[in-house]
């Protein structure tokens, strides 16, 4: 449920104080975390500025109109949500949403009263939008009465959310879902992919953004729609590999976020297959951490035993192993731990969901903090695993 704060929170209250000073033409942002140790990004106003602009056309901002702020303002998320209200004179609605059973965390304090009105715009992680959504629909409410363009960030899909959309019904007031792909580097996303209605499979880049994938491991060459006549003549066959992007965001410098695609040349858009730093390279296997997470996900549903892999609190590594080079490791914080079956977890217990290659090998109990924001993971490096 929605909770209206009666106020801007004080770090949102600051950002906007400083995005105001005309004078400051250079801001700092806090990388998640999420990959790698978190870091400072230094991004100009213009940068900014484009990224706000990229997506107005698909997204629709408009002034008067009403957009959310749960995002926490110290994030990319929250920010570029005040930087879009304040660019296009939007009304900033301050809220808070209750997780229910998608978080350990209390529900907000009642003293803030429910909201109730439309928004046309609202930006959510996954998993946050997961838990909204269900809400409404247990009321019986119509998502379309209620809001008009749901952006979601942070994070892959969910399946959970993919499935429950499938659902919706499709009469009623028009509204939209899009997933953005992007990062603090880009100062938010720099391609959409609609989840409702009509659901799309790949990415659409943002207008005037160059796509291109590394064209392999040991060479700088660069493979895209406009350099690789090849790739068109061959669509069926479509080209793979690390991406590359260009643009204005970027001041036209090509920009690698450690990013695993599959282009489409024909349509300039692409298919996300995983991180390239979160790979693991097991007996000569090479596993793509997020897709075994979401073949997870998708399936645990459908077996009992396996409900509490429902949880966001957890997540897939690699680990060092002295026979297979590295191994599957299912990092979970104490509190998921305590709550599962005494029975021994096996290897085995994943074979609905997982081929025998990957099966998570070792157990690793991680901080509770790696889970503190919603929908987020602050993934250790492997050096940090193996000391737990």
Same mark, same amino acid.
């Given at each position: *449920?929605?909770y209206?704060?009666p106020?801007?929170p004080a770090?949102?209250?600051?950002?906007l104080?400083?995005?105001?000073d005309?004078?400051?033409n250079?801001?700092?942002f806090q990388?998640?975390?999420?990959t790698?140790?978190a870091r400072?990004?230094?991004l100009?106003r213009q940068?900014?500025?484009h990224?706000?602009?990229s997506s107005?056309a698909?997204?629709g901002?408009?002034a008067g109109?009403?957009v959310?702020l749960?995002?926490p303002?110290?994030g990319?998320?929250?920010r570029?949500?005040?930087v879009?209200?304040?660019v296009?004179? *939007?009304h900033?609605?301050?809220l808070?949403?209750?997780?229910g059973r998608?978080?350990?965390k209390p529900?907000?304090p009642t003293?803030?009263p429910?909201y109730t009105?439309?928004l046309?715009?609202?930006?959510?992680?996954?998993?946050?939008?997961?838990?909204l959504?269900q809400?409404?629909?247990?009321q019986g *409410?119509?998502?379309?009465e209620?809001?008009?363009?749901l952006?979601?960030?942070?994070g892959?899909?969910?399946?959970d959310?993919?499935?429950?959309?499938?659902?919706?019904?499709? %009469?009623g007031?028009?509204w939209?879902?899009f997933?953005?792909?992007?990062?603090t580097e880009t100062?938010?996303h720099?391609?959409l992919?609609r989840?409702f209605p009509?659901p799309e499979?790949?990415?659409?880049?943002s207008p005037?953004l160059?796509?291109?994938i590394e064209?392999?491991?040991?060479?700088?060459?660069e493979?895209?729609?406009?350099?690789?006549? %090849?790739?068109?003549?061959q669509?069926h066959n479509?080209?793979?590999?690390?991406l590359i992007i260009?643009?204005?965001?970027?001041?036209q410098?090509?920009?690698r976020p450690r990013?695993?695609?599959r282009?489409?040349?024909?349509?300039?858009?692409?298919e996300w297959?995983g991180?390239a730093?979160?790979?693991?390279?097991?007996?000569?296997?090479?596993?793509?951490?997020?897709?075994?997470?979401?073949q997870?996900?998708?399936?645990?549903?459908?077996?009992p035993?396996?409900?509490?892999?429902?949880?966001p609190h957890?997540?897939l590594?690699p680990?060092?192993?002295p026979?297979?080079?590295?191994q599957v490791?299912?990092c979970?914080?104490l509190s998921l731990?305590?709550?599962l079956p005494?029975?021994?977890?096996?290897?085995?217990i994943?074979?609905?969901?997982?081929?025998?290659?990957?099966?998570p090998?070792?157990l690793?109990?991680?901080? %509770?903090?790696?889970?503190?924001?919603a929908?987020?993971v602050?993934?250790?490096?492997?050096k940090?695993l193996a000391?737990l």
């Open positions: *449920m929605l209206l704060l106020e801007l770090a949102a209250q600051a950002f104080a400083d995005w105001k005309k004078g400051r250079v801001f700092e990388t998640s975390g999420t790698g140790p400072i990004c230094q100009s940068q900014i500025l990224a706000a602009a107005q698909t997204l901002w408009a109109q009403s959310g749960v995002l303002a110290t990319m998320g929250g570029m949500s005040l879009r209200a304040s296009y004179g *939007m900033l609605v301050p808070a949403l209750d997780l998608l978080s350990n529900a907000p003293e803030h429910p009105r439309y046309d715009h609202l930006s959510l992680v996954p998993s946050q939008a997961l838990a959504l809400h409404w629909l247990d *409410m119509d998502p379309g209620r809001i008009g363009t952006l979601l960030g942070g892959p899909e969910v399946s959310l993919r499935k429950m959309l499938e659902r919706v019904p499709a %009469e007031r028009p939209r879902v997933l953005g792909f992007g990062m100062a938010g720099f391609a992919r989840l009509h499979p790949s990415y659409t880049p005037g160059e796509i291109s064209f392999n491991s040991d060479s700088d060459q493979s895209s729609p406009e350099s690789n006549p %090849e790739s068109q003549e669509p479509p080209p793979t590999g690390p260009r643009g204005p965001v970027t001041n410098e090509p920009l990013e695993i695609v282009l489409n040349p024909l349509e300039g858009t692409f297959l991180r730093d979160l790979t693991i390279q097991s007996g000569g296997h090479t596993l793509l951490t997020d897709e075994l997470e979401a997870i996900r998708q399936k645990a549903g459908d077996y035993e396996l409900s509490w892999l429902l949880s957890w997540y590594a680990l060092q192993d026979v297979w080079g590295e490791a299912l979970l914080p731990l305590e709550t005494e029975a021994p977890l096996r290897p085995d994943f074979a609905p969901c997982l081929p025998k290659a990957a099966y090998r070792y690793v109990v991680v901080p %509770e903090d790696a889970f503190a924001i929908g987020k602050r993934r250790l490096d492997p940090a000391l």
